[in-house]
């Protein structure tokens, strides 16, 4: 596999993925939204998401006007469907880690979406790496540092694109500012899909087996 580009501190695989394998993979994400649908989520100052949300794996990320918490099971009720293999042989392949992870956070960004700057700090153990796949319309990334005041840094993801964040990366603020809507045609209706795989329980937490 090719080397990774070093940014900011954060390790950049562009194009990782070719259209068979992300075909593949939103064809196994189909199956996942259909088990656990796609819903908009609420911050808990109470403001709708722009961007629509499910997860896979044993725990999937939620946010209600209870706050910003990891869940077993869907907000409909059923447990999260299992992260595909095919999605979990490419954390395997470019974390080099033995542990899984415990979420698949689906991002679903349609005409408009957008993420403002924040910091992912609901794990239990920030020594895990983060890593993100890229699917669909190419989107407006970016990468500041740990510190909100940071300087910035841009960087248009496209379809198949893959990061992995970690060490002093892992803490760092981003967000997703547009779309270019309709610039790939992977999904037929338009649209964003991001995955998130994120380790929620280090080995040391009392919740993990
Ligand atoms: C940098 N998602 O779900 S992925 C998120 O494209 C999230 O949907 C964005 O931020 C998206 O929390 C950005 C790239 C990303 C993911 C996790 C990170 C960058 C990160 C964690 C730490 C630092
Ligand atoms: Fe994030």
Redesign the pocket.
Known sequence: MAAPIEIRG?QYWPGHLDVSAQSTLLSDLRAVVAAAPLYSPVTPGGRPMS?R?TSAGRLG?ITDQRGYRYETHHPAGQPWPPIPPAVLDIWHALTGLARAPDCC?V?F?GEGAK?GL???RDEGDFSFP???I?LGDE?L?R?GGPNRTDPTESLW?KSGDV?L?GGP????????DRLRFRSSRLLPGGG?I?L?L?VVEGATSPLSS
């Open positions: 954060f961007v949300m990320w956070l991002n960004y993420m924040h910091q992912d983060v890593l993100s890229s989107a990334f990468m993801l990061l964040m990366a892992r803490l760092a603020w981003h967000g997703i964003r991001n998130t994120r």
